[in-house]
Each structure stands twice: as structure tokens, then as C-alpha cells.
């Protein structure tokens, strides 16, 4: 079946009475758009007021002083004033509890004994380990002898006897400390405990404070030539020289 193709003045009486009913509503549109409804108009006159500042106040009177002859009276008499008492809390008594003092020895190892420690002398015993270890005298292998060890070499200081103590010297004390000793491994001396004393404490303390102060020693080595730590109890006179008195 074939169509035929539609003629142009089919056309144009399609399209005439499209383009009226655009035209129209177009038309209806710009005309709504532009309408403006009528204002009311009113015939009464606007009514105006003036408005008043408030009106001031009016001038304050002042009153005359009228002046009387009168005597004046004494002054008042001055103010009380309290003063609240102060409260103040008394110091708490706390008790604390009794400290037991502890007894202990002034260097670790010594004991309280005068006879305890080396002798300032090496000696035959063998020591507790062979090797000259020990804390008692020798003998029977439990005393501080050297054995295979080298004992202390003192190589400088001493006590001369301008070191005598002059609150000694007064009091004409005189006697023999014994003292005990450390020699450690770089050769100085420490712990000087004095074991049996002269009966005066001046010298006892100048004693191992010169020991202490300037003794050096070549320390103790054992039998494989290592610097070890010793023990050296020696005794120190103080003998305080008189002159004789001119017959």
C-alpha cells in the first residue's frame, strides 16, 4: 500500500487556525500580566498635632539659716568596738614510739674484739682458703696470714713528733694507740678504728687521721701478682719530752 504525500495547501489549513490559538494566548497572557487593580481614593484631610516640651520643674527654695546664740555641747563620746576572740587550736600531742637503737660494728667484717684482725707482721698461718684469706691470727689455718700473698709495702708518710696535739700536750698526756686499718687495692688506707686507746681522745684521733690522711702503701697481691685488700693493726707511741727543770 503506498501513502500519498500530503499536498502544501493541507499544510496551510492545518497551520492557520494553530497559529490563531497561539496568537490568542499570548495575547491573554501580556494583557494579564499589565493589569493594575485601582486604587481607593480617599476624600478626608490628614489630621496634624504639635507635640509640647514637658514644662520644667520649678526652682527649689532654698531655706534661710537662721543663726542662734545658743552654747554648742561637747562631742560625742567615740564609738564602741568588739573584737571577737580568736580561736586557736592547741598543737596535737603526737608520742612518737621508742627507736631501739641498733648495735652494729663501724666497718663490715670487724667484730668488737681487740684481738680480732692481722697482725701488721706477715705470719706462717695458711689462711682459711690456702690462700691467706682468713680473719684470726694463723697457726692453725684460720688466721689472716699472707700465705702465696705479698703483704703491704708502706712507701710514704708517718707521724713526726711535731704532730703531737696541743690540747694534749697541756693536759701532759701521754701513751700508746693501737689502731686497725685498711689498706686498699690503690694503696690508700681507710676504716682506722682504734682498738685499744691511750686514755686520751686527742691522740686517738689524731692517730688515724694522719694515718688516714697520709699513709700510701704498695698494696697486697696475691699469688697471681692482682692488688688485694688488707688489714694492718699497729700501735703508736706519743711521748711527750720534758725539759728537765734548772737546778
Known sequence: ??????????????????????????????????????????????????VKPPAPPPPRIQPKRVQTHRP???????NLRSQATEVVAPPPVVVLPP???????????TGVQASQGASDKPGP???AG??????GSG??????????DTPPRRIKGR??????????????????????????VDGRVSGCVVTRSSGNAALDETTCRLIEQRYRYDPSRDADGRP??????VSQDWVLERASAER
Not at 690456702?130 to 680473719?135: C, D, T, V
Not at 707521724?159 to 686498699?184: L, Q
Not at 688485694?228 to 693493726?233: E, L, N
Open 1 to 50: 500500500m503506498t501513502l500519498a504525500r500530503p499536498d502544501w495547501r493541507d499544510r496551510l489549513r492545518a497551520a492557520i487556525p494553530t497559529g490563531l490559538i497561539v496568537g490568542a494566548m499570548g495575547y491573554a497572557l501580556v494583557v494579564g500580566l499589565g493589569f493594575v487593580p485601582p486604587l481607593p481614593v480617599t476624600t478626608e484631610a490628614l489630621n496634624s498635632f504639635d
Open 72 to 78: 554648742r555641747g561637747a562631742a560625742a563620746p567615740p
Open 99 to 109: 627507736v631501739s637503737p641498733v648495735v652494729v660494728a663501724p666497718v663490715a667484717g
Open 125 to 127: 698461718g695458711t689462711g
Open 130 to 135: 690456702g690462700i691467706g684469706n682468713g680473719r
Open 139 to 148: 697457726g692453725a689455718g684460720d688466721g689472716d696470714g699472707y700465705g702465696d
Open 159 to 184: 707521724i713526726k713528733d711535731s704532730d703531737y696535739p696541743e690540747a694534749a700536750a697541756e693536759a701532759g698526756a701521754s701513751g700508746s694507740v693501737t689502731v686497725r686499718y685498711f689498706v686498699n
Open 228 to 233: 688485694v685488700r688488707s688489714i694492718i693493726v
